[in-house]
């Protein structure tokens, strides 16, 4: 996924306006769902957040050379703007030991973006549905899509296959792939939290 | 037990949250103005590289001074910055000059902005005189500012705290006013041209006044000196935005006019456009607005 990510990246920088509306469809609504969870679901302090994160990384696009999953690189520029918010607000942080804040296990779900082996941990407990949310953010964005059309929304896979606008064979493929890096993520981070 | 777990667990725990549509639609036009800007800044600075180097150096202060020969002006007293330059082909003693496809910004002492189209040749006579020997040149003068003059072949146009451009093609000359007046003087006949009016000298010497075009003006925009948004109020943002345009800041609503000089702006808009630096200012700021026959129209947004 590196590869694709850089690849979207180039595009961007060429002034794609396709890859443009690709990278903001796919990275923005985990952005905004990261940022609100930080932000104690303030949806103001969200969008604020959220934008200037995205002003950031605009100006910095040039520089990423995929060394880490798309996703971790926004989250970074993220984490700097939701302290500064904090900051000029003169607001704590919300507190509340996300599990994604831990180092391991953030480096556990870019390794996944970036479609690398992680460790196999079990399934054990508690915050799942907020776990596989954040699971399905950090997946390549066509990825989690193709699973939330598939297991959510009960698509056929020559649904799926019009949505990725692909064959339906690579589309089983995508499901496939998605699967696999769906789980492993979501046994580590299961795995760290027991 | 034959059903995918995978299939279960994110059947149960259902679609992630959704992000409201109007938050996407606000944040999706900052970001695609920011990215459209980088990727304008990169180009440029490729074209720049790519032999246009003079440009970049000349963006950085220029005191035009120091080699100037004319007596009538102390040295010190008469620089230049070139404020924005996208191919200011030379920078020569008292002469400045631009190629088939540059264009140039600059900033005299007394805060009066000069801006080059293609083509132009400009001699610097004083601090506050200038030679238009081809070309065009546009003069804005912030009222309270020291005056202006501009010397051509077929006559002399000075300003009375105005925005004005003058344009030499072929054999004429042509003076156009956006605000304030001009006198326009060719031998010994002397119009004064004020706002929405034009001025023509032919080569014969003939003076004219007439209503003037509204288009013609878009170069001047292009080669604007960036505006410094970070820390800076909304209102003066927009007073700046309009007056680029030769139009009036109004908002539709008095309280919002009250408000905009408290309400601070971050960020920059450098390597937008006029329209594109409007269009993300107001959006972010939760404002709409309009160019209305002269008038920059500010709302909140519905």
Known sequence: MGSDERQLVSRMLSGDEHAFAEFFDG?????????????GGDEDAAEEVVQATMGAAMRKIGTYRGESALFTWLCTFCRHEIARFCRHARRDLVSVGLVEDDPAIA???????????????????????????VVLDGLPPRYAAALEWKY????????????????????????????????????VLAGERA | MTEDPIGSLLRATGRRVAVPEERSARVREAARVAWQREVGRRRRRRRIAGGLALAAAVLVAVWVARSFRSPHVPLAAAPLVVERSDGLTELQGSTLR?????????????????????????????????????????????????PLRIETPRAVVEERGTQFQVRLSGGDLAVRVREGAVAVTAGSASVLAAAGQAVTVDGG??????ADAAAGWEWTEAIAPPFL?????????????????????????????????????????????????????????????RWDRGELVVGAAP
């Open chain 1, 27 to 39: 990275y923005f609504p985990g952005l905004y769902r990261f940022a609100l969870t930080r932000l």
């Open chain 1, 107 to 133: 480096a556990a779900l870019a390794s996944l973006a970036r479609g690398e082996s992680a460790q196999e941990a079990a399934l054990e407990r508690a915050e799942t549905r907020r776990l596989v949310h």
């Open chain 1, 152 to 187: 959510v929304d009960g698509s056929s896979v020559q649904e799926i296959a019009d949505r990725l606008e692909t064959s339906v064979k690579a589309a089983e493929s995508t499901l496939t792939r998605a699967r696999e890096a769906f789980r492993r993520s979501f046994a």
């Open chain 2, 98 to 146: 631009t190629g088939a496809d540059g264009r140039a910004a600059l900033r005299a002492r007394g805060g009066q902005a000069l801006r080059l189209d293609h083509d132009t040749t400009l001699r610097i006579l004083s601090d506050r005189s200038f030679r238009l020997e081809r070309g065009a040149v546009y003069v804005d003068v912030l009222p309270g500012a020291a």
């Open chain 2, 205 to 210: 010497g003939r003076i004219a006044r007439t």
């Open chain 2, 229 to 289: 948004l970070e820390g800076r109020s909304l209102a003066d943002f927009l007073a700046w935005a309009a007056r680029e345009r030769g139009a009036r800041v109004r908002f539709l609503d008095p309280a919002l006019a009250g408000r905009a000089p408290g309400i601070v702006l971050h960020g920059s808009i450098d390597g937008m456009t006029l329209d594109q630096a409007v269009a993300s200012v107001t959006a972010t700021s939760g404002l709409v607005h």
